[in-house]
Nanobody
Framework: QVQLVESGGGLVQPGGSLTLTCAASGRLAGVYGMGWYRQPPGKQRELVAALHNIHRDDPTIVYGGSVNGRFTISKNNAANRLWLKMDKVAPEDTAVYYC??????????WGQGTQVTVTS
């Protein structure tokens, strides 16, 4: 089992910045990918950013089309932490943000989510 706990969500003004943190614990040796997804109100969950081959020093990074260039995903394997730095946020970034982990054996894990609301 893998446990994922998100933190750092809250209210932010348009154009501002926010950093989300995902703390991972449990059987992490089999995890090969981690990422952030979000679910805006009334919409389906979508990819924000993901890291593939996460144990490598140079993992493959994938960003969702709506955030590329504004958000940055990063990791610290020793600390079992995944971050999402959100810059130049806009009202359409309002969503529940989820941390995700993919593991060997087609296993998939999700955190409980953290709410981000962009409002003036």
């Amino acid at each position: 089992q893998v446990q994922l706990v998100e933190s750092g969500g809250g209210l932010v003004q348009p154009g501002g910045s926010l950093t989300l943190t995902c703390a991972a614990s449990g059987r992490l040796a089999g995890v090969y990918g981690m990422g952030w997804y979000r679910q805006p109100p009334g919409k389906q969950r979508e990819l924000v950013a993901a890291l593939h081959n996460i144990h490598r020093d140079d993992p493959t990074i994938v960003y969702g089309g709506s955030v590329n260039g504004r958000f940055t995903i990063s990791k610290n394997n020793a600390a079992n932490r995944l971050w999402l730095k959100m810059d130049k946020v806009a009202p359409e970034d309002t969503a529940v943000y989820y941390c995700n982990a993919d593991a060997i054996g087609d296993l998939e894990y999700w955190g409980q989510g953290t709410q981000v609301t962009v409002t003036s």
